[in-house]
T-cell receptor
Framework: NAGVTQTPKFQVLKTGQSMTLQCAQDMNHNSMYWYRQDPGMGLRLIYYSASEGTTDKGEVPNGYNVSRLNKREFSLRLESAAPSQTSVYFC???????????????FGPGTRLLVL | AQSVTQLDSHVSVSEGTPVLLRCNYSSSYSPSLFWYVQHPNKGLQLLLKYTSAATLVKGINGFEAEFKKSETSFHLTKPSAHMSDAAEYFCVVSHGGSQGNLIFGKGTKLSVKP
């Protein structure tokens, strides 16, 4: 299994440009998440999707949109990029393990975004 | 409300000496607690997790953590540091199965000196 994959790995944008970050998981997980990581801030949740067809806002949703395309894929879109969105973006997925214990989130390798 | 406090932003140890990374949490519920590790320019890897079974949890690479409810702590330890342990470590709390409910600490950067 590849786990959680993200594309692209790096991206440079100019202010006002748009782009979509892609995420896919092959673990048959129901839930998927988008986080941003900034120095000294830990990870902060942008949006999450509890199941195919549903999405909900997290802690810092402004300036972003998401789309749960199917069970495997969860994309994050920046419609008009701003320098404040310079960050590292992580996608994660989770699913209830067979043992019935609580869910654990598994993370992708991240996308490093620079907005000039 | 839930919160996680990692008491040290940076810890430096010598190779072969013990590692202690401190984490305190607050939660109104019976929490699940996790430690994740992030090596430079890499994603986050699950190190270990506590989910109300044994209070001493063993993880990968020789790390372990002890859940102490009376102290609301979940400190991460390793008896002998290795150079490859140099990374950033995140303590994370989750209060149940509802979605999007992970609260991350701000991270502790571990440096290992030869």
């Amino acid at each position: 299994n590849a786990g959680v994959t993200q594309t692209p790995k790096f991206q440079v944008l100019k202010t006002g440009q748009s782009m979509t970050l892609q995420c896919a998981q092959d673990m048959n997980h129901n839930s998927m998440y988008w986080y941003r990581q900034d120095p000294g801030m830990g990870l902060r949740l942008i949006y999450y999707s509890a199941s195919e067809g549903t999405t909900d806002k997290g802690e810092v949703p402004n300036g972003y949109n998401v789309s749960r395309l199917n069970k495997r894929e969860f994309s994050l879109r920046l419609e008009s990029a701003a320098p404040s969105q310079t960050s590292v973006y992580f996608c994660a997925s989770s699913g209830r393990p067979p043992s019935g214990s609580r869910e654990t989130q598994y993370f992708g390798p991240g996308t490093r975004l620079l907005v000039l | 409300a839930q919160s996680v406090t990692q008491l040290d932003s940076h810890v430096s140890v010598s190779e072969g000496t013990p590692v202690l990374l401190r984490c305190n949490y607050s939660s109104s519920y019976s929490p699940s607690l996790f430690w994740y590790v992030q090596h430079p320019n890499k994603g986050l890897q699950l190190l270990l997790k506590y989910t109300s079974a044994a209070t001493l949890v063993k993880g990968i690479n020789g790390f372990e953590a002890e859940f102490k409810k009376s102290e609301t702590s979940f400190h991460l330890t390793k008896p002998s540091a290795h150079m490859s342990d140099a990374a950033e470590y995140f303590c994370v709390v989750s209060h149940g199965g509802s979605q999007g409910n992970l609260i991350f600490g701000k991270g502790t950067k571990l440096s290992v000196k030869p």
